[in-house]
């Protein structure tokens, strides 16, 4: 984690992300590249380059548990994680169409 570069107090972490399957009703996905969040790490605290409301934040376990969820309001741009929580996570932001995701270190 540490290649990552420190912004903004915290390490800057590089999501991928993946499409959530459209229902048949939906339009179909856009060709163009997807915007990805900036998301920043500051021991357990996530910060966000702006707000992303209205996204389900989640911490799976190597089990594929999830251990931690919780939604963005509207204006949040910050959301502190469990401290209790340590070892390897994959942090998930899902939107209504994608899944941006990394691993994280707590």
Do not use: H
């Amino acid at each position: 984690m540490s290649a990552n570069p420190i912004i903004n107090g915290g390490v800057f972490l590089p999501l991928r992300v993946k499409p959530i399957k459209p229902n048949v009703e939906q339009t179909p996905f856009p060709k163009s590249p997807v915007q990805t969040p900036e998301v920043y790490l500051d021991e357990n605290v996530l910060s966000f380059d702006e707000a992303i409301e209205g996204c389900l934040v989640q911490l799976v376990d190597e089990d594929e548990d999830v251990v931690f969820a919780d939604f963005i309001d509207e204006n949040q741009t910050t959301l502190t994680l469990p401290s209790t929580l340590t070892g390897t996570y994959e942090l998930q932001i899902i939107t209504e169409n994608y899944i941006f995701y990394c691993e994280i270190e707590l």
